[in-house]
């Protein structure tokens, strides 16, 4: 069974930089994409970025250039460097999971099969 554990959250002050991480384990095959999530209240679920099985990511725009998706296989997690924090990336952030054929990311959230718990970030101006 698949399972996502996120964390790395906390408060930080506008400017400073998080690393977040999310443990994967029980993938019976590598054809997922993997992505990193968030929301924030009142707000819907939105991706932050993406990485296919190829090494492909994409980002948002608003956190294009500033937050990093990378994924290391011999330690089994999938993290997401975050600098030049802004008060609106406050959220909770959720990995999550797709299988798909060849491990593409295709699709929006309602697609990702796995989820973590999520971790909070707050960042404060």
């Known amino acids: 069974q698949v399972q996502l554990v996120e964390s790395g959250g906390a408060s930080v002050q506008a400017g400073g930089s998080l690393r977040l991480s999310c443990l994967t384990s029980?993938?019976?095959?590598?054809?997922?994409?993997l992505a990193w999530f968030r929301q924030a209240p009142g707000n819907e679920r939105e991706v932050v970025a993406t990485?296919?099985?190829?090494?492909?990511?994409t980002y948002s725009d608003s956190v294009k250039g500033r937050f990093t998706i990378s994924r290391d296989y011999a330690k089994a997690h999938l993290d997401l460097q975050m600098n030049n924090l802004k008060p609106e990336d406050t959220a909770m952030y959720y990995c999550?999971?797709?299988?798909?054929?060849?491990?593409?990311?295709?699709?929006?959230?309602?697609?990702?099969?796995?989820w973590g718990q999520g971790t909070q970030v707050t960042v404060s101006a």
């Open positions: 990485r296919d099985k190829g090494g492909l990511t």
């Open positions: 999550a999971a797709q299988p798909t054929v060849g491990g593409i990311c295709i699709g929006g959230d309602r697609d990702f099969l796995y």
């Open positions: 029980g993938f019976t095959t590598t054809n997922y994409c």
